[in-house]
């Protein structure tokens, strides 16, 4: 309400300093007809600044504004593989019985084209993962997503994350199998269907975890190319890989 008031406030101020202004101008140099006449043309150019402010120059800040977020954004998520993100991808291909298949259309290279990310994102976007869960996998990763649980509430914390649904998606996935897995003690004597329930967890975060990893490298290729050229001789999809440039 007191913000209401102060808006209505400042638009009657503001009324009444034009009035004045106006007032004092035919007092003073006694020409009405100049007067109106330079208020009509100022009235008739009032729709032109609204297409200008509105359409142009707002549309223009907006984009920007979103380019300097999706930036700060693309921050965080490289953050996340480098804390956390390569050791949960290490650990899955340990469980992943076509992991060949997988790899096999991410071996990344310098000479990546804007296009091959494309073909690869939408190809992983419905690609059907093939896991088998073992007592010492579930053991493995449930002690580090155990580690990481604050480092993904940290970063599900943050409100920037709202512009870039598919990183919220993910770390929601993460926290929702590492809740699943904090709950079971005994690793050795899970039934049948109750794999099949994590199995599904798991397939969910697999999913999510490559579409933003190539979504990522796809971002260092075209703003960071030093870092990208790290990134692929550190790429945890090729077993090959190696940090030493040859």
Same mark, same amino acid.
């Given at each position: 309400?007191?913000?209401?008031? &102060? ?12 009035? *004045? ?22 009235? !008739?150019?009032?729709?032109?600044? *609204? ?10 800040? #907006?984009?920007? +504004? ?5 930036? %700060? ?6 953050? @996340?593989?480098? /804390?956390?993100? =390569? ?5 899955? %291909?340990?469980? =992943? ?14 000479? &990546?084209?804007? #296009? ?20 010492? @996998?579930?053991?493995?990763?449930? !002690? ?5 649980? +604050? ?20 770390? &929601? ?6 809740? /699943? ?9 899970? $039934?049948?269907?109750?794999? #099949?329930?994590? +199995? ?9 975890? *490559?579409? +933003? ?17 790290? !990134?692929?001789?550190?790429?945890? @999809?090729? $077993? ?7």
């Amino acid at each position: 309400m007191d913000r209401f008031r &102060w808006y209505i406030s400042m638009v009657a101020g503001l009324l009444v300093i034009s009035s *004045v202004t106006y007032f004092a101008q035919i007092t003073l140099f006694h020409k009405s007809e100049d007067t109106f006449f330079y208020m009509m043309q100022d009235f !008739a150019f009032v729709p032109v600044q *609204v297409v200008f402010v509105t359409l142009v120059l707002d549309r223009l800040l #907006k984009k920007q +504004e979103k380019q300097s977020l999706l930036k %700060k954004l693309n921050m965080l998520i490289g953050i @996340f593989f480098y /804390e956390m993100g =390569t050791d949960i991808i290490t650990t899955l %291909k340990k469980c =992943t019985a076509n992991f060949n298949d997988v790899s096999s259309h991410l071996q990344i290279t310098p000479s &990546w084209t804007e #296009k091959e990310f494309e073909t690869r994102l939408k190809f992983f976007s419905s690609f059907n993962y093939s896991t088998s869960l073992t007592p010492d @996998f579930l053991r493995e990763m449930k !002690a580090i997503l155990i580690r990481e649980k +604050e480092s993904i509430r940290d970063m599900l914390k943050n409100p920037n994350l709202l512009e870039h649904e598919s990183f919220t998606d993910l770390l &929601w996935a993460l926290f929702h199998l590492f809740d /699943e897995l904090r709950h079971r003690s005994d690793m050795d004597n899970l $039934p049948e269907p109750d794999i #099949k329930h994590l +199995e599904g967890d798991l397939r969910r975060v697999y999913s999510l975890l *490559v579409v +933003e990893w190539l979504r990522y490298m796809k971002h260092l290729k075209m703003e960071y190319p030093y870092l990208y050229s790290i !990134a692929v001789r550190t790429n945890p @999809f090729n $077993p090959d890989a190696h940090i030493t440039v040859t």
